[in-house]
């Protein structure tokens, strides 16, 4: 490396665009090391930028990828190019009109989740983020890729298309194209299937109890559903990208493919197989949701920053109502279950503190620094985006549905958006979005906006669940309440959540304290419930814990028993227009729920 005293500025355009290739070998997995090569061919700038993604698009925190990277260089026909480092992602290198570059560089990759990269014995795994520079002025040009397995059976796996005639080698479109198309390179099994007349692939890496005709059959009816929806397939070919492991969940979507990670013996259980489906469900939705329908903060990319908006709750959570929602319509599971897992969402959303501190607006905008971010305190500030949109996505679908006889929904609004934005991909604004669901609605949505999304005012579930028949209704936990939420760790007994003005917090207990004794007598994460169910609401307890290595006993005064969970429930005596209401939303009657 050369030092230079200044950058300088890249004041030359070029009016031949260059021809850009990638390499990336995998010689050494063992190692986690991929080794790439960027070459560049007719290039007659002075300077060449280049900068390394902060973030990738779909998981919205700064993840520093340049920290991986390692071993940079340049060369012109074999001759060092002077280079230097401007930022944590800039490179700068001087090129004084060379007509060739090569640069080489390693990436550091042993993290294997649906955002970053992994390369070991048995497979390789990158998103492009993650893994290739952003030539700065040539984002737009076509990019080629080759790959070099370290084994002459690993095979290569992306949505990209193939160069003609080639192996291993694939074009993206763009800069962004590449970003998008992450790559599976290894042994992993792969399963072609058809869906409305149109390829698709299922690549799945690591061993699991899963049912292979089973998951292909309902993904299938997952894709045609969303498909008739939408009123058909925006792409050509999709690819699934599924990686097991012993404990893991996650997903992050792409126009083409999407990276699914999920618990290798998730699939035997009903409910985690469920849990699956609806992964599944939410990532596929994303591909017109997020991908396509966006908000104008992620029109056009900057991977150098964060891309603020306030309208992620109907980028995640209207998702979220549809991973519910979508496998209920292909026949996965029934209207009771797909009750049961809406009640279990609605548990989770009002026994969140946080609720009450952060709006939903806010919790999209500050997704950058608080959802992927959590410490003791999350709980009681914050309220995902996810979660709270998801709860308010339900508001609107049974508000629409209930002023329109269900001739109108919520699928009516992702309809219009697709068509409205979508289809030419041009982003929303906080207001356009507005407009569309207040059009669909047929009314001023100012109130509901200001108070649900903009503040933090109860959902009031059960006006909006009354005219279809149902109700909500709350189960107590039976013993008093402390406020307090542990788990056993190594033999200790470990306190991680602490709710705010809570009998615990008001005594001084804290997260990250060990929780030791109740009156005298030894207390464990398991037996914490039926302890507590010796005591009655305004009992003084003596609770010991080792707070940073100190023994205290705190005396703590018992609240009445807090809500612990919510169900929704038939009314008693339905009438005729809340039968009509429940049939209409999930064509079924309400008679089956009994």
């Known amino acids: 490396m050369t030092e230079a005293t200044a950058p300088r500025t890249n004041t030359y355009t070029q009016q031949t665009a260059p021809t850009i290739y990638y390499q990336v070998a995998m010689p050494k997995p063992e190692t986690h090391l991929f080794e790439v090569t960027l070459r560049l061919v007719d290039y007659s700038s002075p300077i060449l930028d280049l900068k390394l993604p902060v973030w990738t698009p779909g998981s919205y925190l700064v993840r520093e990828y340049a920290k991986n990277l390692q071993d940079f260089a340049a060369f012109s026909n074999d001759k060092p190019l002077s280079w230097q480092k401007i930022s944590k992602n800039h490179w700068q290198v001087e090129t004084s009109y060379i007509s060739e570059v090569i640069i080489h560089y390693r990436i550091f990759a042993n993290e294997l989740s649906v955002r970053t990269n992994h390369l070991d014995s048995s497979h390789g795994y990158f998103n492009g983020a993650a893994l290739f520079f952003r030539i700065l002025g040539w984002e737009r040009e076509p990019i080629q890729v080759s790959i070099i397995p370290p084994h002459p059976e690993w095979k290569t796996t992306t949505s990209l298309p193939p160069v003609r005639q080639k192996v291993n080698i694939f074009c993206a479109l763009d800069f962004d194209t590449l970003v998008d198309s992450p790559f599976e390179i290894g042994t992993h099994q792969l399963h072609h299937f058809e869906v409305l007349g149109k390829p698709h692939e299922l690549a799945i890496w690591g061993k699991g109890n899963f049912q292979l005709q089973q998951m292909i059959a309902d993904i299938g009816k997952i894709i045609e559903v969303e498909a008739r929806m939408f009123g058909g397939l925006p792409y050509q070919r999709y690819v699934f990208i599924l990686h097991l492991l012993a404990q893991a969940y996650g997903g992050l979507e792409h126009k083409d493919c999407c990276s699914l990670i999920y618990q290798r013996f998730g699939f035997r259980d009903r409910d985690k197989y469920e849990r699956f489906i609806q992964l599944v469900a939410h990532e596929f939705f994303h591909l017109w949701n997020v991908k396509r329908i966006r908000p104008k903060a992620l029109e056009v990319f900057d991977y150098d920053q964060e891309n603020y908006t306030s309208s992620l709750w109907f980028c995640e959570g209207t998702t979220s109502y549809y991973d519910l929602l ?269």
Do not use: C
């Open 326 to 594: 979508i496998p209920f319509r292909a026949g996965i599971y029934d209207a009771k279950s797909f009750l049961n897992n809406l009640s279990k969402e609605i548990s989770r959303h009002e026994t969140t503190p946080g609720r009450k501190v952060q709006s939903l607006a806010e919790s999209s905008f500050d997704s950058w620094i608080k959802l992927y971010r959590q410490d003791a305190n999350s709980g009681n500030s914050q309220i995902s985006y996810y979660l709270k949109g998801e709860m308010v996505s339900l508001l609107l679908d049974l508000l629409i549905r209930s002023r329109h006889r269900n001739q109108k929904s919520l699928d009516d609004v992702m309809l219009q958006m697709w068509h409205q934005f979508g289809t030419d991909e041009i982003g929303y604004t906080p207001e356009e979005l507005q407009e569309v669901i207040e059009f669909i609605a047929g009314m001023d949505l100012t109130d509901f906006f200001n108070s649900y999304i903009d503040q933090t005012e109860d959902l009031p579930f059960n006006e909006y669940l009354e005219p279809f028949g149902l109700e909500l209704v709350e189960e107590k936990d039976e013993e008093p309440y402390l406020g307090v939420k542990v788990s056993s760790e190594h033999g200790r007994e470990v306190i991680k959540f602490v709710e705010a003005s809570s009998p615990a917090q008001l005594a001084g207990i804290d997260s990250a304290d060990e929780l030791v004794a109740i009156d005298g007598l030894r207390v464990t994460a398991n037996g914490l419930s039926d302890r507590l169910k010796d005591y009655q609401p305004k009992d003084i307890i003596q609770v010991t814990i080792f707070h940073q290595d100190e023994l205290h006993t705190l005396p703590v005064t018992l609240a009445s028993p807090r809500v612990k969970k919510y169900h929704i429930r038939p009314v008693e005596n339905p009438s005729p227009t809340q039968k009509e209401n429940f049939a209409g939303w999930l064509g079924v009657p309400l008679t089956t729920l009994r």
